[in-house]
């Protein structure tokens, strides 16, 4: 989609289609009159409000939320006007939703449009209004259609962002504004991608390869990559333990983020994903219905990829570090076995009781080696556990850590983006239940409860020299997100980059 601005206009530009979106305001009941609700046209133009009282179905449209109607100027373009609301309730979250359902209804029947945007600035603020446009419609125009034969194009390729008010909006200019929405967006339709692809195609070696190819892409960014033999000189004896059964190697990215300004002051966040490119389940045996869609679970790695990508893009202030630890988990004469007791990188001995509890074991490894770097903050993220569904449900992200103030950081920046994000807790009951009478750990719990709490557990008892650390279970929310306007109806969301984005930008 190409994107331009239009600032200071007068009038809007001659596009076949303009969009208006309004708020609506309650009538208070008077007499025998019952209270009602009418959309907002007081920045409209007189042609405008004249075009709309002539159109008889304007008589029905009130501005409420997800109400549209389109209709035809005298200058010949088609005008479509939208309800956001009130604007007392209304959000930017409302905005995104609405604009994504705006492309919907326009990517088939018009080249080009216009988008109003003064009448739709909420909270006094352009630059994360006009985000939330931009964001809707660029998220909502994703398809995944690289296997098709044959591919569909959508006519819409042209966004015009038009206002009447100065080049400033809250500290940046509008270009500013649109370039970071870009950059954004850009960046969740790459975490789609990987999460999408077929694992015959993405499989370790060819994933590793693809991300390494675009991070050194990205302005101040150094790429380091480990195979298998320095794979095996760090000691990841976990990693190595799920990956025994695979035909290709694993990998483990590592790729570094600086900013322009770095000081001894400057903080270090890690950011580290499960990269699990199929999971099998091992011997221990997914049934066939669970297997299906298992190429989902390297969501971890693209999402925590994605917010590194998007904070590069914007010239974060903080120093960024991106570790994944990639493989998949298959089966072989050579794949572990239930029961088997594995060293990891720190020493420690996991009995490994279920071989599809694999996700915590290339994690394990990945957040001691993120350890060894003394960030301020490890933050990863895994489609780890189905006990998050059971827990949160499909529609939150569940976050637990061993540290208050980062984890509010993180439902902070969750609320600020407006994706959901649910603090679930690690009490001690589940940090001794991993201990084994075999093993230092095992893998899973002794009893079916709490399953993402004891997953977390486990990862907290690979954190060291004190660091500060927050996990993210985005087993629910990775994918199967079409009730969300924005997201396809079917794969991957990208939900998650932007409140992680949120958070690397927030930071000093």
Not at 377 to 383: P, Q, V
């Amino acid at each position: 989609m190409k994107y331009s601005l239009q600032l200071n206009a007068n009038e809007l530009e001659q596009t076949q289609l303009v969009v208006s979106a309004v708020y609506c305001k309650t009538t208070a009941a008077r007499g025998k009159a019952k209270e009602k609700k009418e959309p907002v046209l007081t920045h409209w133009s007189k042609e405008w409000k004249d075009a709309f009282d002539a159109f008889k179905a304007s008589e029905e449209f009130t501005g409420e939320t997800g109400s549209q109607l389109t209709m035809t100027l005298p200058s010949g373009s088609a005008l479509m006007v939208v309800g956001l609301g009130e604007k007392s309730s209304a959000t930017f979250e409302t905005i995104r939703r609405q604009f994504a359902e705006v492309y919907k209804s326009a990517a088939s029947r018009y080249k080009d449009m216009t988008v109003d945007m003064d009448g739709l600035i909420l909270k006094n603020n352009p630059e994360v209004s006009l985000q939330a446009v931009v964001e809707g419609i660029e998220l909502a125009a994703y398809r995944f259609d690289t296997h098709l034969s044959q591919k569909t194009t959508d006519k819409l390729n042209k966004v015009i962002l038009a206002s009447a008010k100065t080049t400033k909006a809250k500290g940046k200019t509008w270009q500013e504004a649109l370039n970071s929405a870009l950059s954004i967006t850009e960046s969740i339709t790459i975490t789609r991608n990987f999460i999408n692809e077929a694992p015959n195609v993405l499989h370790s070696e060819n994933y590793a390869k693809l991300l390494e190819k675009d991070a050194k892409s990205l302005p101040r960014v150094k790429t380091k990559v480990l195979n298998k033999a320095e794979i095996k000189k760090e000691k990841m004896g976990l990693l190595l333990s799920v990956n025994n059964g695979s035909a290709y190697e694993p990998r483990v990215t590592h790729f570094t983020y600086t900013p322009k300004k770095m000081t001894s002051k400057t903080k270090h966040i890690v950011l580290v994903g499960k990269g699990i490119t199929f999971d099998t389940g091992g011997y221990s045996l997914k049934p066939s219905a669970s297997m299906m869609n298992m190429k989902f679970d390297m969501g971890g790695s693209a999402t925590m990829y994605g917010a590194f990508r998007a904070a590069a893009l914007l010239g974060a202030d903080v120093k960024i570090t991106c570790i994944l630890g990639i493989t998949d988990n298959a089966i072989n004469s050579l794949a572990t076995m239930p029961d088997s007791v594995v060293k990891a990188r720190n020493g420690k001995t996991v009995e490994i009781l279920n071989t599809d509890a694999e996700g915590r074991l290339v994690l394990a490894d990945c957040l001691d080696y993120a350890c060894d770097l003394k960030p301020d903050a490890i933050i990863d993220a895994a489609t780890l556990t189905g006990a998050c569904l059971v827990a949160v449900g499909h529609e939150v992200c569940a976050v637990m850590g061993n540290e208050k103030k980062l984890i509010d950081s993180l439902l902070k920046s969750a609320e600020a983006t407006e994706e959901r994000m649910w603090q679930l807790p690690i009490f001690d009951e589940y940090r001794e239940d991993i201990k084994s009478p075999m093993a230092d750990l095992k893998n899973i719990g002794s009893k079916p409860y709490a399953g993402s709490s004891k997953a977390g557990a486990f990862l907290e008892a690979f954190i060291k020299n004190d660091v500060n650390w927050a996990h993210l279970d985005i087993a629910g929310i990775a994918t199967g997100q079409g009730h969300i306007p924005y997201c396809p109806a079917k794969g991957a969301s990208g939900l998650i980059v932007r409140s992680v984005t949120d958070y690397l930008m927030g930071l000093k």
